[in-house]
């Protein structure tokens, strides 16, 4: 039980990370610093919002 909630925790830091990835995209500069914080922000995102998805996957749920 706790992995699925770890999982579901990654996830939604990851949708967090994707959006403020995406929201900053939408609204900013072109310097570099904001494109290297779009695109950190996106990487870190997807990896964490994959690795809840994963884990929520295979957790298999036990009978109580």
């Given at each position: 039980m706790e992995k699925r909630i770890l999982g579901i925790i990654l996830s939604l830091l990851?949708?967090?990370?994707?959006i403020?990835?995406?929201?900053?995209?939408?609204n900013g500069d072109s310097n570099t610093r904001n494109i290297k914080m779009i695109i950190i922000s996106a990487v870190l995102g997807g990896i964490f919002f994959m690795a809840g998805i994963s884990l929520v996957g295979s957790t298999k749920d036990k009978e109580t």
């Open positions: 990851g949708i967090i990370g994707l403020y990835a995406g929201a900053a995209f939408m």
